[in-house]
């Protein structure tokens, strides 16, 4: 009876293995081919809309984040240019009006607290990188992201509809060595001293032309400390309107002053 147990098991493994050997291959498949899709929106120097929420942190403490915006695409650089506008709030406090503007290297950013000179509305940064795209972000529109999410796929059946189309739907989790967050989004990277790192569950929703509709992650850093508790980001990005024209132009120069 051992013996006849032991069979049936090695035949379901052999049964079964195959199988979840090809859809793993069919997601990363999937995946590759929105990173072609992505990456030929770059060289149309299209572009997109989107809105986001983040989530940050639990409780009284807790924050949220809402934006829209539009990005505008260049070949080799991927985000080349965004309007972006957002709204932040802490717990119960009042919310915070935040507006960016990025052309290549330049910055143009607007808040409500800034102490700025009589008639001028506008900051100017150049290079700053906290307000820059890169290409360590974690997001749906970044081609190494894609690609290191792609070894963790698994489609995932869906009637979703997104920006009016059918979606496909695909799940994953990854670990990386460090983590962090700047202006511009969440970042990853290979761990650096003693720098946390952490995981990132995702889920992504391409179109049929497999560019991205939809785009969830939960990022949870590693403590710093044995007091410390970990550290969690919920992110929910749409996208919408492939291809639509944008025109996203620096402020008049008589509203901006230089950072300092």
């Known amino acids: ?25 069919r997601a990363t498949s999937s995946l590759a081919q929105a990173i072609s899709a992505l990456k030929g929106e770059f060289a149309d120097k299209s572009s997109v809309l989107f809105s986001q929420k983040t989530r940050n942190g639990l409780g009284s403490d807790a924050s949220l984040t809402v934006t829209h915006g539009k990005h505008r695409f260049a070949a ?22 935040f507006r960016m503007i990025n052309l290549g290297r330049d910055t143009y ?22 307000f820059l795209w890169s290409q360590n972000l974690v997001d749906a529109l970044n081609p190494k992201f894609l690609q290191l999410i792609s070894r963790s796929a698994e489609k995932v059946p869906t009637k979703d509809r997104y920006d009016g189309v059918p979606t496909t739907r695909y799940d994953g989790s990854v670990e990386v060595g460090h983590l962090g967050s700047r202006q ?62 944008v025109h996203i132009t620096a402020p008049p120069k008589n509203l901006v002053v230089e950072a300092e």
């Open 1 to 25: 009876m051992r013996t006849l147990c032991a069979l049936l098991g090695v035949l379901a493994l052999l049964l079964t293995s195959p199988l979840a050997g090809v859809a793993h291959a």
């Open 76 to 97: 080799k650089t991927g985000v080349y240019a965004s309007d972006i506008t957002e709204i932040f709030t802490v717990g119960d406090g009042d919310p915070e009006l």
């Open 109 to 130: 950013t607007q808040t409500y607290w800034d102490d700025l000179p009589k008639g001028k509305k506008w900051n100017h940064w150049r290079d700053k990188e906290g």
């Open 184 to 245: 511009a989004g969440i970042y990853y990277g290979e761990r650096i001293g003693e720098w946390a790192g952490g995981r990132i569950t995702w889920k992504l929703w391409l179109g049929p032309d497999n560019l991205p509709r939809r785009f969830q992650a939960e990022t949870v850093y590693e403590p710093y400390g044995s007091e410390q508790r970990a550290d969690t980001v919920r992110m929910n990005i749409l996208y919408k309107g492939w291809g639509t024209p």
